[in-house]
């Protein structure tokens, strides 16, 4: 951790080797007409202060649901259905509506895709930061505006004092998704919830914003959960990747382990498809087919149908997570099984 | 062999003034927005060139004046002529597969509209044959044919939208963004089929993708576009091995790699200016490394630097002589 730690403003970080943020077992269903639909099947996982988990898989795949999950932010008739929530050791899937809504915004700092829905057109955005951090941190209006201009200097929008009084259609895509993270970090959160948050933006304000989010993370301690489809993105910001599939988590291991040596055969091809910057391949690896929909899940692991080195064992039965040397994955050829 | 399209100085302009009423009561001017801004390139018979760039570079605009869905404001886009003596014609394969696909239509309609529209096969029972062949050429069975789009997911979408591409029995396929509405897995599907059909059927690609990694595993050249202008053309080895406009390396250095994440490296400052105020001399030296005096008063023409390679930049020589010269050594 840099030394930044205790003079900025902003660390709450207490280097403990509590997590943030534990899940276990959570599940998610959706029940419907035609029978109960398991958005999210058992996922278990922890991040620690300071860490950025970045979590892939494709669309459908329970990512977002799971940052939604954690949020208690489910659309009925979604809710959690098993498993359990902590948060710095509090058990929060059971908390009352009301105290949930006092730890969103103030423990938990989100960041959406779109930056133009998270923000309100018709206040200056020093106004709705100020606003947030007289909230949740009480204090004068004069010091919650002084508050956001230093935020909005930390998350690189140049002339804070003069931008305090802009509204959200006076900046461009990329400053204002800086401003929408100035907005999460406004209570000083220790979880930040990024769903796609460069998905909207071009390339080189992705780079920009990628490295602002990890650089915050690094400086003030706080975890995030980094929901993407993108790998690249990962592969640039986060320490872990959780490869979720017709959510399940699959596999989960520091990035350059994964990305050195993915283990399940879904990873792998996931990997194989982006094409390669460096040389042009003749053929990019596919993964037939497509991901399975909520209500057609096979039997045994759910990646059987499209996994060239299924076998009798994975359509009948389905894999746990079990240990690798540096994480976790779901597949029966884990440490030399059979198929 | 003649290339299959040949773009001399081509311009888009588009009128986004306030009514006219607003503009005498409040006084405001004319506002018109240079989406392309006299491009020239060529895309030989059998290639593949692509337009990559970031949102409001131009890019889409190219693709649906080369299509004809647009008129050009100035300029030429011609076609060559094909093996049978016949002009070329285009068709185009567009970004979301939810939007382009009539959502009442059955696959089969969707897919025989071209053949139909184009008189190209006698008969409802030749139109069913080639409706079916062309299913199968795109991995489709012809079971779906019967089906509505809304029963298929994106890739099998696209897949479908590939297909009516080919009934109209095209030389040239302009595609934008095809596999940018996909998911990483599906995409890899969609750029092989690419692939393979263009062996097959010796198609000229036109390729708009913001892209890189995507670009470069489909296009032979690629042209680089910035605020309406392309900045540079080169071929694809080169173009990655050697950039040498300064905003195409800073493209280059902008895309996580995941062979070798340099999460270290600082990015890149500034953003796109908007299209309605493009900066005066070059549009990139706002954001330039390299800008000097000249770069803010004068606009760099596209010029010829040796080897294929076309440069916007004042600097040009400069970069060459960094670059060691090897691109034109090359």
Known sequence: MPDTLTDSPMSTAASTAEPVLRVRNLSVSFPGRRGVLKALDDISFDLAPGEILGMVGESGAGKSMT????QRLLEPPGHISGGEVHLLGQRIDQLPEAQMERLRGKQIGAVFQDPLTSLNPLFTVGHQISETIRVHLGGSRRAAMDQARELLRRVGIPSPDDRVNHYPHQFSGGMRQRVVIALALAAQPRLIIADEPTTALDVSIQAQIMS???????????????????????????????????????????????????????????????PALRKRAPRLTQIDGSMPRLDSIPQGCAFNPRCPEAGPRCRAHRPELSATPAGKVACWLNDGGVA | MKPALVVRDLSRVFDVSAPLLNRLIERKPRMLLRAVDGISFEVPQGGCLSLVGESGCGKSTVARLVTGLYRPTDGQIEFSLGDSGDRIHAHMIFQDPYASLNPRWRVRDIIAEPIRELGLRDGESATRARVDELLGIVGLSQRDAEKFPHEFSGGQ??????????AGEPKFLVCDEPTSALDVSVQAQILNLMRSLQ?????????????????????????????????????????FDNPLHPYTRLLLQTIPDIEAPRPDVPPATGEVPSPLKPPPGCTFHPRCPEADDR????????RDVGHGRRVACHRVAEMLKRNGMSALSA
């Open chain 1, 67 to 70: 940052g939604l999950a954690v």
């Open chain 2, 199 to 239: 062996d097959e059927f010796g198609l000229t690609y036109l390729f708009i993708s913001h892209d890189l990694s995507v670009v470069r595993h489909m296009s032979d050249r690629i042209a680089v576009m910035y605020l309406g202008r392309i900045v540079e053309e080169a071929d694809t080895e080169s173009l």
């Open chain 2, 157 to 166: 979408r696209q897949r479908i939208s590939i297909a009516r591409a080919l």
């Open chain 1, 212 to 274: 602002l989010l990890r650089r915050l993370c690094d400086e003030t301690g706080v975890a995030m959960l980094l929901v993407t489809h993108d790998m690249g993105v990962i592969a640039q910001t986060a320490d872990r990747i959780a490869v979720m599939y017709a959510g399940r988590l699959i596999e989960l291991a520091p990035v350059h382990e994964v990305l050195r040596q993915p283990r399940h055969p879904y990873t792998r091809g996931l990997i194989g498809a982006i």
């Open chain 2, 295 to 302: 770069c803010k008063r004068e606009v760099p023409e596209v």
